[in-house]
């Protein structure tokens, strides 16, 4: 065997994967038919959730030097600013990253890419899959490479990370179901001045549509994304001295273009693919699921499709999981790209939609109705815990356990643990939680209870934490809805494998062997 992962496709996913992969010592190649990183910003919002994952791998304090964050968000319509939503710390209490990150996709993947060469792994840039071939116990590939010959690689598992046009989705002959939008967006890296808040996100809706400014990295750096008015539509050349007359329609004839350094038009699909796994390939990102851009979700699914396998794969490969494992990834990914498609393609319909009732509730309802609903903290939660993707949960996936007794409103299996700060001995400060999981381990979190005699399964691969009786931890489990007595056994990515009240001798054992 060549390698035990092989990984196509270094965009941001791919990367991630290959990370995840090294960090657990897992042998892994990385090949890109591209010649180097991608130069274009693309993506631009990165989540909550993301943040999470981005401080195990010790990049967190990097990407928010180099981003920032989103503190508001001011809403134009008809020529005046008719809202402002407040974006700051929406999410505190929630996540150490209250707050959506703008920063763009290719300093994402240049963070991305830094980390995984501390790890010691290159990418294999110039290098095409080609062809597939699968066996019973391993995978035969066909890459061309730089010099344009051909060699074979056999590897134990394939990752597809090979974005919206997947070669491993269309060798293993996984359809990929849905249709594209007919609206035709534009995107530019611009140097603008003109009525635009700076430093918050500003949004101006018009009645056949919109246009959204991103603050970027830089003084008067903005990136414009909006949609191709019907006129030029169709339009090859389509410049975006040709868009500007219709954005200074919008955002006011003060509007001026100092320079733009990227331009670029596309049209959106909103596709799934039909599977997610087939024997010994996977499909990851953009190549299992594309939607909208409404909601900034589209790189953040990706890297948590690849934070989700990750482990998964380790286990497997080391002998210590097993097989079956590896169809989790697919439970749990499938609904989750699932709904994201049901909820993008409905805010994207209303977003774009040509209707007159559409255009009257975009430019007059819709900026009060956000303004207000956002003013209270019940709808602020829910918005943050849907768009950071703080809130996703795998209840019904087969690694998903609760035991009779946890209270209805406790957090279950299959939810991401909640962020919470506690003391973990009776002298020490309260600490971030979060700071103290190792995700390249299961964390059995006890509360009100000691670790139950006779040890627990899993070796040096389970950290225990305990966290004592005391004021302000109650205090701080009583936000969450956790009673004073319960144990949580977290599975490396942070979601609840196993949760109940009083953990007696086996039970922990007893999961292990059933469901991992
Ligand atoms: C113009 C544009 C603007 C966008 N704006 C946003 C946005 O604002 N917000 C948002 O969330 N998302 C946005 N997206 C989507 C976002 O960029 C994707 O969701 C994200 O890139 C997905 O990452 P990925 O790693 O799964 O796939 P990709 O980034 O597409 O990476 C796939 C990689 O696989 C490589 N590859 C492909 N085929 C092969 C092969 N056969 N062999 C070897 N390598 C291969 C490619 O070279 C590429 O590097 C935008 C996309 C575009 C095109």
């Not at 957090?411 to 700060?421: K, N, T």
């Given at each position: 065997?060549?390698?035990?992962?092989?990984?196509?496709?270094?965009?941001?996913?791919?990367?991630?994967?290959?990370?995840?992969l090294?960090?657990?010592?897992?042998?892994?190649?990385?090949?890109?038919?591209?010649?180097?990183?991608?130069?274009?910003?693309?993506?631009?919002?990165?989540?909550?959730?993301?943040?999470?994952?981005?401080?195990?791998?010790?990049?967190?304090?990097?990407?928010?030097?180099?981003?920032?964050r989103?503190?508001?968000?001011?809403?134009?319509?008809?020529?005046?600013?008719?809202?402002?939503?407040?974006?700051?710390?929406?999410?505190?209490?929630?996540?150490?990253?209250?707050?959506?990150?703008?920063?763009?996709?290719?300093?994402?993947?240049q963070?991305?890419?830094?980390?995984?060469?501390?790890?010691?792994?290159?990418?294999?840039?110039?290098?095409?899959?080609?062809?597939?071939?699968?066996?019973?116990?391993?995978?035969?590939?066909?890459?061309?490479?730089?010099?344009?010959?051909?060699?074979?690689v056999?590897?134990?598992?394939?990752?597809?990370?090979?974005?919206?046009?997947?070669?491993?989705?269309?060798?293993?002959g996984?359809?990929?179901?849905?249709?594209?939008?007919?609206?035709?967006?534009?995107?530019?890296?611009?140097?603008?001045?003109?009525?635009?808040?700076?430093?918050?996100?500003?949004?101006?809706?018009?009645?056949?549509?919109?246009?959204?400014?991103?603050?970027?990295?830089?003084?008067?750096?903005?990136?414009?994304?909006?949609?191709?008015?019907?006129?030029?539509?169709?339009?090859?050349?389509?410049?975006?001295?040709?868009?500007?007359?219709?954005?200074?329609?919008?955002?006011?004839?003060?509007?001026?273009?100092?320079?733009?350094?990227?331009?670029?038009?596309?049209?959106?699909?909103?596709?799934?693919?039909?599977?997610?796994?087939d024997?010994?390939?996977?499909?990851?990102?953009?190549?299992?699921?594309?939607?909208?851009?409404?909601?900034?979700?589209?790189?953040?699914?990706?890297?948590?499709?690849a934070?989700?396998?990750?482990?998964?794969?380790?286990?497997?490969?080391?002998g210590?999981?097993?097989?079956?494992?590896?169809?989790?990834?697919?439970?749990?990914?499938?609904?989750?790209?699932?709904?994201?498609?049901?909820?993008t393609?409905?805010?994207?319909?209303?977003?774009?939609?040509?209707?007159?009732?559409?255009?009257?509730?975009r430019?007059?309802?819709?900026?009060?109705?956000?303004?207000?609903?956002?003013?209270?903290?019940?709808?602020?939660?829910?918005?943050?815990?849907t768009?950071?993707?703080?809130?996703?949960?795998?209840?019904?996936?087969?690694?998903?356990?609760?035991?009779?007794?946890?209270?209805?409103?406790?957090?279950?299996?299959?939810d991401?643990?909640?962020w919470?700060?506690?003391?973990?001995?009776?002298?020490?400060?309260?600490?971030d939680?979060?700071?103290?999981?190792?995700?390249?381990?299961?964390?059995?979190?006890l509360?009100?209870q000691?670790?139950?005699?006779?040890?627990?399964?899993?070796?040096?691969?389970?950290?225990?934490?305990?966290?004592?009786g005391?004021?302000p931890?109650?205090?701080?489990?009583?936000?969450?809805?956790?009673?004073?007595?319960?144990?949580?056994?977290?599975?490396?990515?942070?979601?609840?494998?196993?949760?109940?009240?009083?953990?007696?001798g086996?039970?922990?054992a007893?999961?292990?062997?059933?469901?991992?």
């Amino acid at each position: 065997m060549d390698t035990d992962v092989l990984v196509i496709g270094a965009g941001p996913t791919g990367l991630m994967l290959a990370n995840q992969l090294a960090r657990r010592g897992v042998r892994a190649l990385i090949v890109d038919r591209h010649a180097g990183p991608a130069l274009e910003t693309r993506a631009l919002g990165v989540q909550a959730r993301t943040l999470e994952i981005y401080a195990h791998l010790g990049i967190v304090e990097r990407a928010l030097e180099l981003g920032k964050r989103a503190t508001g968000a001011n809403m134009w319509a008809r020529g005046r600013r008719a809202a402002w939503l407040p974006l700051g710390d929406i999410g505190r209490g929630q996540s150490p990253y209250p707050f959506l990150l703008i920063l763009g996709q290719d300093d994402n993947e240049q963070l991305l890419g830094e980390a995984l060469r501390d790890q010691g792994v290159t990418v294999a840039w110039s290098t095409e899959l080609v062809g597939l071939a699968q066996r019973p116990d391993r995978v035969i590939a066909r890459l061309k490479q730089p010099d344009g010959a051909t060699r074979e690689v056999s590897a134990a598992w394939v990752a597809g990370c090979d974005g919206a046009r997947s070669a491993v989705r269309d060798l293993n002959g996984i359809a990929f179901h849905g249709a594209p939008y007919e609206h035709v967006f534009f995107v530019a890296d611009t140097q603008m001045t003109g009525p635009m808040v700076p430093d918050e996100l500003n949004v101006y809706l018009w009645r056949e549509g919109f246009h959204l400014f991103f603050p970027m990295r830089g003084t008067d750096h903005w990136r414009v994304v909006g949609i191709v008015p019907p006129a030029l539509r169709g339009r090859e050349d389509l410049t975006l001295d040709a868009l500007m007359p219709s954005i200074r329609q919008e955002a006011g004839s003060g509007l001026s273009l100092q320079g733009c350094s990227w331009f670029s038009t596309y049209r959106i699909h909103h596709r799934r693919a039909e599977r997610f796994r087939d024997r010994r390939c996977f499909l990851l990102g953009d190549a299992a699921h594309i939607h909208s851009p409404v909601g900034a979700q589209g790189m953040n699914t990706g890297l948590q499709d690849a934070y989700n396998l990750g482990w998964k794969l380790a286990l497997v490969i080391a002998g210590d999981g097993r097989e079956a494992l590896l169809d989790s990834y697919e439970s749990e990914r499938i609904p989750v790209a699932q709904r994201l498609l049901a909820t993008t393609d409905r805010a994207f319909s209303l977003v774009v939609s040509d209707s007159g009732v559409a255009g009257l509730f975009r430019t007059r309802l819709a900026p009060r109705l956000f303004a207000l609903a956002l003013r209270l903290p019940r709808v602020q939660r829910i918005a943050f815990r849907t768009i950071s993707q703080t809130g996703i949960a795998y209840p019904n996936s087969p690694l998903s356990e609760t035991l009779p007794g946890l209270p209805a409103a406790a957090p279950r299996a299959g939810d991401r643990f909640p962020w919470l700060r506690l003391k973990l001995s009776p002298d020490g400060p309260a600490e971030d939680l979060f700071g103290k999981i190792d995700d390249t381990r299961f964390t059995l979190i006890l509360i009100g209870q000691p670790a139950p005699p006779g040890g627990l399964p899993l070796g040096d691969r389970l950290r225990v934490l305990v966290v004592p009786g005391d004021p302000p931890n109650d205090r701080e489990l009583e936000r969450a809805r956790i009673p004073r007595t319960a144990f949580y056994l977290l599975r490396p990515d942070g979601h609840v494998g196993l949760a109940g009240v009083r953990l007696e001798g086996a039970a922990v054992a007893r999961y292990v062997s059933e469901r991992i």
